[in-house]
Nanobody, 122 residues
Framework: QLQASGGGLVQAGGSLRLSCAAS????????VGWFRQAPGLEREFVLA????????WYGDPAKGRFTISRDNAMTTVYLQMNRLKPEDTAVYYC?????????????????WGQGTLVTVSS
């Protein structure tokens, strides 16, 4: 089970760090991704990390502003978001899957956290 946390209200230009923690197991065999969904819009890929090896993939929203990292125990993944914009306002979800390809596709992930709301004020 995945637990996403760290969302909240922040002013434009500010930063937030989201966490995605696994309960009862490590994520070492997984790819962990972050997606977001704003009201009325489809779920959007943000970025992902392959836990073993540390390879990362960045979606358009993340390029130049967001980074992803993991802890040494491979139980928690972090999403560091900098220079936030009002259009970053969304519910952010973390998810885990065991795929080799299609890391940006939500359909490839079969374990999802409950989401955490990020609101960026202008």
């Amino acid at each position: 089970q995945l637990q996403a946390s760290g969302g909240g209200l922040v002013q434009a230009g500010g930063s937030l760090r989201l966490s995605c923690a696994a309960s009862g197991r490590t994520l070492s065999s997984y790819v962990v991704g972050w997606f977001r969904q704003a009201p009325g819009l489809e779920r959007e890929f943000v970025l992902a990390i392959r836990m073993t090896g540390g390879g990362t993939w960045y979606g358009d929203p993340a390029k130049g502003r967001f980074t992803i990292s993991r802890d040494n125990a491979m139980t928690t993944v972090y999403l560091q978001m900098n220079r936030l914009k009002p259009e970053d306002t969304a519910v952010y979800y973390c998810a885990a899957g065991m795929m080799d390809y299609g890391l940006s596709s939500s359909a490839e992930y079969d374990n999802w956290g409950q989401g955490t709301l990020v609101t960026v004020s202008s």
